[in-house]
């Protein structure tokens, strides 16, 4: 089941909302849990057992971790945490690298919540949660299941014990649902069918700028595609009575690919800086110590995205222009902010190429006619394009660096976005998710 359907919308979400709105607050987390396995498992009935391993093992994992606390057993707590992370790493390489299984869906999101608490437990950052059931709603919370926000249990600790539905948080989270779902309908799918259409174009006839069209078609499907999953995420959330963290803030305007990462995908990137760059020991070691840091932080966010030698690469891409700006070219580019903006985009585009094409080949190649290789910069296909998709890639250029931000909080505005979005859904063959196959 995904948000952008109609079963979701006219049936699931307001029988759901209903059912635990009415229910008593201390029932609520156990609504939450039961509600979240049935729209997991609406979709996945086999692997929901791989969710629920993971939730006993380390909710069992805390309580181990609290008994050696209280005990003095500092051997046994070192323990407890080399065990939640093998097997958590284990589980999350035997679905989703070996290829002896299909890949369950969400995986990557909640095994790296599950990993997080068993952590920052261990760490003192975070109490041990005694109930089951809310440790189970915490996990399993459908509005973030499927692709995120990574969510910190200490993030929401205070509120998965005690929070209060409002009027105001209500309304806030619809109207933030509304602007998700037009995102994903009006822009996401829309854009896809264009870079679809690019990719369909044989080499010979693909001029340079046709190639760059269809990155920027990806790159702006796969944005809106999933920040707009994370608007409807944070908005069912908070009509929960929760307040998750943004996962994205406009990162199409940055000035450089170090403030591109601040912005894209920020629960992801803060996960790995917790749990992977800080304990390796982060910046505080010299400057050779922080370049290993990075570049293996990079190499994991890339084989974390899929097993493919392409998400590797792209990984390592990234790392690399991060210590390129570090060392050298960072202080420039802010003081020549349009020439930062333009080195960012172009490349972002190039390394969306190398993300959207999982054969490393065929990424080389389109990057190559993106240089040129074709033999020419513009040809007639170039122009049918542009003349009809032209409006649309500006109206997805403009309304991903933040042009019209203020309209679209006005209420009829969310109100028309949803009902366009309805219209389209009725009639709509093409509705994927992008991040539900990392």
Same mark, same amino acid.
Do not use: H
């Given at each position: 089941m995904v948000?952008?359907?109609? *079963?979701?919308?006219?049936?699931f979400l307001?029988?759901?909302?209903?059912?635990?709105?009415?229910?008593?607050?201390?029932?609520?987390?156990?609504?939450?849990?039961?509600g979240s396995l049935i729209f997991y498992a609406w979709g996945e009935?086999?692997?929901?057992?791989?969710?629920?391993?993971?939730?006993?093992?380390?909710?069992?994992?805390?309580?181990?971790?609290?008994?050696?606390?209280?005990? +003095?057993?500092t051997y046994m707590a070192r323990a407890v945490l080399t065990e939640s992370v093998l097997v958590n790493l284990?589980?999350?390489g035997i679905f989703k690298y070996a +290829?002896?299984?299909? *890949?369950?869906?969400?995986?990557?999101?909640?095994?790296?919540?599950?990993?997080?608490?068993?952590?920052?437990?261990?760490?003192?950052?975070?109490?041990?949660?005694?109930?089951?059931?809310?440790?189970? @709603?915490?996990?399993?919370?459908?509005?973030? *299941?499927? @692709?995120?926000?990574?969510?910190?249990? @200490?993030?929401v600790e205070e509120e998965l014990n005690r929070r209060r539905q409002t009027w105001e948080d209500g309304y806030e989270g619809i109207g933030r649902?509304?602007?998700?779902?037009?995102?994903?309908?009006?822009?996401?799918?829309?854009?896809?069918?264009?870079?679809?259409?690019?990719?369909g174009i044989p080499p010979e006839q693909m001029s340079a700028l046709t190639a760059w069209i269809g990155s920027l078609a990806y790159a702006l499907q796969l944005y809106f595609d999933f920040s707009g999953y994370s608007d409807m995420a944070i908005g069912l959330a908070q009509m929960l009575g929760f307040h998750l963290k943004e996962n994205f803030d406009y990162p199409y305007r940055s000035g450089s690919i170090t403030e591109f990462w601040r912005r894209w995908h920020i629960s992801l990137g803060q996960w790995f800086r917790e749990y992977v760059y800080i304990p390796l020991g982060g910046n505080r070691r010299g400057l050779a110590v922080q370049i290993r840091n990075i570049l293996i932080v990079w190499a994991l966010t890339g084989i974390w995205h899929g097993k493919g030698w392409n998400f590797l690469v792209w990984g390592l891409y990234f790392g690399l222009l991060l210590l390129l700006e570090k060392c050298f070219f960072l202080v420039w580019l802010k003081k020549f902010p349009a020439v930062g903006r333009l080195y960012t985009i172009s490349a972002v585009l190039v390394g969306m190429t190398v993300?959207?094409?999982?054969? *490393?080949? @065929?990424?080389?190649?389109?990057?190559?006619?993106?240089?040129?290789?074709?033999?020419?910069?513009?040809?007639? +296909?170039?122009?049918w394009i542009v003349s009809n998709y032209g409006i649309l890639l500006l109206l997805g250029i403009f309304g991903a660096v933040g042009f019209g931000k203020k309209v679209s909080e006005k209420l009829p505005v969310r109100i028309a976005v949803f009902f366009l979005s309805i219209a389209y859904l009725v009639d709509a063959a093409y509705n994927p998710f992008l991040y539900f196959r990392f």
């Open positions: 948000f952008s359907s109609l *079963l979701f919308i006219f049936r307001p029988a759901f909302l209903m059912l635990y709105t009415l229910s008593p607050e201390k029932y609520q987390n156990l609504v939450l849990f039961l009935p086999v692997y929901i057992g791989i969710m629920l391993f993971s939730t006993f093992l380390d909710y069992g994992n805390g309580r181990l971790l609290e008994y050696a606390f209280c005990n +003095g057993k284990s589980l999350l +290829g002896i299984f299909p *890949l369950p869906i969400g995986i990557s999101f909640y095994t790296f919540q599950t990993m997080s608490y068993t952590i920052d437990v261990y760490r003192r950052e975070a109490p041990v949660q005694k109930d089951l059931i809310a440790f189970g @709603a915490y996990v399993a919370m459908f509005p973030q *299941l499927i @692709a995120g926000p990574i969510v910190r249990y @200490a993030d649902f509304c602007i998700g779902l037009g995102k994903k309908v009006l822009m996401a799918n829309q854009i896809g069918l264009l870079w679809e259409q690019v990719q993300f959207a094409l999982e054969d *490393l080949r @065929a990424g080389v190649r389109w990057i190559f006619m993106m240089a040129g290789g074709s033999g020419s910069f513009i040809n007639s +296909g170039t122009a």
